[in-house]
């Protein structure tokens, strides 16, 4: 397994910037696809970006689409997420998780190594 740790979160205006890292350490962090979910207070962990392990293939859910990037540096086994154009409704504890799935998946299932989360709060 790969373990992993997030930094980055913050407390930011609406309309402001932050970016999420995320630093793997373990196995071979380039044969994990990886992806980044969300879980707001009372609500659900739900999927926000996922990147292949070769860093091509981003997918987001549609309400971050055009606003939120993720990436990845596999010299320095980190993922990122940057996200712009922030908006109260995404304030939440924002988790990094890698998958071993062949195929690039956005179910909370598939990703079986998790970091501890980080609070990213947005002010209106």
């Known amino acids: 397994q790969v373990q992993l740790v997030e930094s980055g979160g913050g407390l930011v205006q609406a309309g402001g910037s932050l970016r999420l890292s995320c630093a793997a350490s373990?196995?071979?962090?380039?044969?994990?696809?990886m992806g980044w979910f969300r879980q707001a207070p009372g609500k659900e962990r739900e999927f926000v970006a996922a990147i292949s392990w070769i860093g091509s293939m981003p997918y987001y859910a549609d309400s971050v689409k055009g606003r939120f990037t993720i990436s990845r540096d596999n010299a320095k086994n980190t993922v990122y997420l940057q996200m712009n154009s922030l908006k109260p409704e995404d304030t939440a504890v924002y988790y990094c998780?890698?998958?071993?799935?062949?195929?690039?998946?956005?179910?909370?299932?598939?990703?079986?190594?998790w970091g501890q989360g980080t609070q990213v709060t947005v002010s209106s």
């Open positions: 998780a890698a998958s071993s799935t062949t195929v690039l998946s956005t179910r909370l299932d598939d990703f079986g190594s």
């Open positions: 373990g196995r071979a962090f380039s044969t994990y696809n």
